[in-house]
């Protein structure tokens, strides 16, 4: 199926430092989303994006919702051992057959060494 | 506020069998969708429902299927299945069809045998 490219694959970091990750698509999307999925459960919604160019902050989360559309950001400052699990970005499109449908991608594995 | 809740947790089921998963969506959520996970994959988008009807639909065959009941909690059925059926089954509710935001329940293990 149609899916994302997220990168990187896999984050391997220390304790303190600041990680960025990003999206992009060949589709423009009107809503993104990212999400961290730690294993065995469901993603949990982080940050949510509405209009291109918006940037939002959730605590040491800031993600950008790029201005072509087909873009997003999600950076981590200062991380933290918690901050390990799975981070997905997923774009929406409110339109055609998949209406509502989300996108998601590949996934981001972030390993955080205290 | 209840959450997205989803049952059974896990299941193991044999080859050609059919299957039923459950959800209950967020309170004050109308719609909800269904996605396939695979090991070390990214959600798949199966179908939503929206008002008891499904009003968009992924790339996957008729042997799955869906409900979705006046109290918005909605059912995913696979009919004949096949060892690829096995991953992870996630729910996610939200408030409108444009669903802004979709929260996800835990997920239904699927282990097809």
């Known amino acids: 199926g149609q899916q994302l490219n997220q990168s990187p694959q896999s984050m391997f970091i220390q304790e303190g430092e600041d990680v960025s990750m990003n999206c992009t698509s060949s589709?423009?999307?009107?809503?993104w989303l990212w999400y961290k999925q730690d294993p065995g459960e469901g993603p949990v919604l982080l940050i949510a994006l509405y209009k291109a160019g918006e940037l939002t902050s959730n605590g040491r989360l800031t993600a950008q919702f790029g201005i072509t559309r087909k873009d997003s950001f999600l950076n981590i400052s200062a991380s933290i051992p918690s901050d390990v699990g799975i981070y997905f970005c997923?774009?929406?499109?409110?339109?055609?057959?998949?209406?509502?449908?989300?996108?998601f991608g590949q996934g981001t594995i972030l390993t955080v060494h205290p | 506020e209840t959450g997205v809740t989803q049952s059974p947790t896990h299941l193991i089921k044999t080859r050609g069998q059919q299957v039923t998963l459950r959800c209950s969506s967020q309170?004050?959520?109308?719609?909800v969708s269904w996605y396939q996970q695979a090991l070390g994959q990214g959600p798949q988008f199966i179908f939503q429902?929206?008002?008891?009807?499904?009003?968009g639909r992924g790339n996957f065959p008729p042997r799955f299927s869906g409900l979705q009941f006046p109290n918005y909690s909605s059912e995913l059925n696979v009919n004949a299945l096949e060892l690829d059926d096995s991953a992870l089954y996630l729910c996610?509710?939200?408030?409108?069809?444009?669903?802004?935001?979709?929260?996800f329940g835990q997920g239904t293990r699927l282990t097809v045998v």
């Open positions: 997923a774009g929406r499109d409110a339109g055609g057959t998949s209406y509502g449908k989300l996108t």
């Open positions: 309170s004050g959520h109308n719609t």
């Open positions: 429902y929206y008002r008891e009807e499904e009003n």
């Open positions: 589709s423009i999307f009107n809503t």
């Open positions: 996610a509710s939200s408030r409108g069809r444009a669903n802004t935001e979709a929260f």
